[in-house]
């Protein structure tokens, strides 16, 4: 089976809230469904219960407190293998995996880092990359305070893993590790950004809003038209079991 001629699309795939674990073994068959050329290029959008995810640089003193005093608050810890080191996923945080196939993957995280800046610039967030500065700045900025956090990993030319940008996530649980290991980080969200500009924008930003303008800013910058699938769309073997989560 090949791929439909779907070359100037990009699939942008809503899935939920998915436990991590779970998530990556989505991303798992879909790579290699990709590198089959049974699939385009796509963008899976969701979230995840409270977890700690360590990449492929993390050190142990990342997690200061012990991986069981961090299950005990209820947050699970998971080692991955994207780049990066460690940071947090939880409920209110918009998170992107990108199965693509990519020639250049600096490239890419740069393309990823441009397209946030523009989605914040949208919610009347200034919001900047710091790449000049090296590998542990990856990301998305406002000021010295970090809102976006991306780590990729590929395999045979295709792309997994992705960004996770703070909308109106719990910011304390990064106070209990040393995020992006970068001790002394300010970690923030768009939801603590409008709060200090009440005038700006008062309403609660969501995850599906913040969702669109990055599927769009992405679009425009790979020149893709952007084509909403549902999951059915991929052929998941995995039967999505998501997770719901209080208000």
Known sequence: MTAPDCSLE?????????????????????????QAEELPDMLLVLEHPPTYTRGRRSSIAELPLGESAYRARGIDVVDTNRGGKVTYHGPGQLVGYTIMRVDDVVAHVRTLEDAIVGALAECSIAAHSRADEGPDFTGVWVQDRKIASIGVHVSRGVTTHG??????????PFTWIVPCGLGGVRMTSIAAERASHPQDEPQEPLPAAIQDLV????CMLLRRRERLVGPDALGLAVELQTVAVAA
Do not use: K, M
């Not at 990009?10 to 990709?34: E, F, N």
């Not at 960004?163 to 304390?172: K, P, Y």
């Not at 599927?215 to 992405?218: I, K, M, S, Y």
């Open 10 to 34: 990009l699939w942008i795939c809503p899935l939920g809230t998915v436990a991590y674990r779970q998530a990556s073994a989505i991303q798992d068959q879909l790579r290699a469904r990709r």
């Open 215 to 218: 599927g769009e800013r992405l």
């Open 163 to 172: 960004f996770a940008i703070n909308v109106h996530n719990d910011l304390e």
